[in-house]
């Protein structure tokens, strides 16, 4: 009963290819958030939706692009790899997507995206 | 830019004594902060918060202490077993913005 789930773990890819990961969470949250943790250990908020509506992107690359296709699933496609992608890419979500006091973000396993 | 720091990388205790892990942060616009815990291979998971109008809040064996006029905040673990052993993750957000800040970690060691 895994609540917020990604797919997949690891994901081994040359540069230049296109990928996409997975999130889903089964706690019926309204929002939900991509991160990626680089090398220096920092985790890093990349884009958030609430009910399927865009509410945060911070400054990535165009060619990472959020997709959400109802509130329970956040999918992250990237185009064009770099070596510089390679990280710890974390979903999450929370309840309530006001940023209250009760908004906890609940976190993934995180995909280990490793670029040749 | 960091606006949330956590200085140590890693701390080393005893089982059964006091772990203290500190942050700071730099944006006087944060009024909510959260730890997190993480296991190596697992995301992080919600410890403890506070909000800016206290200055302590407990659960169980984890207390947290805010400083605002320091913009210190600080996780004490009493006492510390060895399964406390992993990266505590501060964390911090203003208003009803979503976006959380993270620190980069300290690696806590709890020696059996």
């Known amino acids: 009963d895994t609540a917020v789930s990604q797919t997949p773990k690891y994901l081994v890819t040359q540069m230049g290819n296109d990928k996409s990961i997975k999130c889903e969470q089964n706690l019926g949250h309204d929002t939900m958030y991509w991160y990626k943790q680089d090398s220096k250990k920092f985790l890093k908020i990349m884009f958030s939706?609430?009910?399927?509506?865009?509410?945060i992107n911070e400054t990535v690359p165009n060619r990472f692009s959020p997709k959400s296709p109802d509130k329970a699933h956040l999918n992250l496609h990237i185009n064009s790899l770099e070596l510089g992608d390679s990280a710890v890419y974390f979903c999450a979500s929370s309840p309530f997507g006001a940023g209250g006091p009760g908004d906890t973000q609940y976190f993934g396993p995180g995909t280990r995206l490793t670029v040749l | 830019d960091q606006q949330v720091k956590q200085n140590s990388p890693s701390l080393s205790v005893q089982e059964g004594r006091i772990s203290i892990l500190n942050c700071d942060y730099t944006n006087s616009m944060f009024d909510y902060f959260l730890w997190y815990k993480k296991y190596p291979a697992e995301g992080p998971t919600f410890l403890i918060s506070i909000s800016s109008i206290k200055d302590k809040n407990e659960d169980g064996r984890f207390t947290v202490f805010l400083n605002k006029s320091a913009k210190h905040l600080s996780l004490h673990i009493v006492p510390s077993q060895p399964g406390d052993s992993a990266v505590y993750f501060c964390a911090a957000r203003s208003g009803s913005n979503y976006k959380l800040t993270f620190g980069k970690g300290t690696l806590l060691t709890v020696n059996p």
């Open positions: 939706y609430n009910n399927k509506e865009l509410i």
